[in-house]
């Protein structure tokens, strides 16, 4: 049986203010979203402090062309969605954060009630509403929080990227899904038309599947087409 539970909903606050936007803070926590605040390092950035995030929320009074820059470096390992929380600014400042893969800007001030709405319609703006952190197909479970598969409670070692292809696939079960859209959705570029390694994660993922579960892996090929994974 293929199923899918809902969690709720991960935002990740970076700020060096956290003192000065703790009533934003609190405002969301208080309406059943999981809040992480984290120090604004640009330098730090990884994987791992944005894992399992829906939003992430960038609190910044005065932006920079540095500052600006930097935002190619979370999209590059956050593909969910990403805002930012500053002060007034100009409309070329606005159009380099769109370009920087912003999708949205919220200007202070503004008052908590009004932040938690902005955040709930952007959530539901692009379909985050559907969002499930969790896929089950047997004793097969893939938690995406988490970052982990197991099968009957043994854990599936996976690396980073297997488990990225594993996860994209099952949140899309059902649907072929062609190089071109792997490529661009888990490995962040596009497809130079003669790249293998996807076809290589999978052959590795697979493995894995069946060592673990006895069963066929649930990935398979559709000639021409791509890759798909089923839930018979």
Known sequence: ?????????????????????????DEMAQEDFLVRVCAKEWNSYE??????????????????????SMFSRIRSVHRGLLSVFTSEMDEMFQVMLYEQGVDA????????????????ALLRRTCRANHFDRVTLGDLQINGSARKASFAGEEIPLSSREFDLLWYLAKNASVTLDRDRLY????????????????????RIRQKLSET????????????????????
């Open 105 to 120: 800007l919220m200007i202070k001030p503004m008052k908590p009630l009004l932040l938690v709405a902005k955040v709930r």
């Open 1 to 25: 049986m293929y199923q899918s539970e809902a969690v709720p909903q991960s935002i990740v606050f970076l700020t060096n203010e956290a003192g000065e936007s703790k009533r934003f803070i």
């Open 213 to 232: 579960t006895c069963f066929p892996a649930p990935i398979k090929t559709v000639r021409g087409k791509g890759y798909l994974f089923t839930v018979d």
């Open 47 to 68: 994987n791992a402090l944005f894992q399992g995030a829906d939003l992430i929320i960038v609190d910044s009074n005065r932006m920079s062309l540095e500052e600006v």
């Open 184 to 203: 661009r959705n888990v490995f962040g570029v596009e497809y130079n038309g003669y790249d293998r390694s996807v076809d290589m994660y999978i052959s």
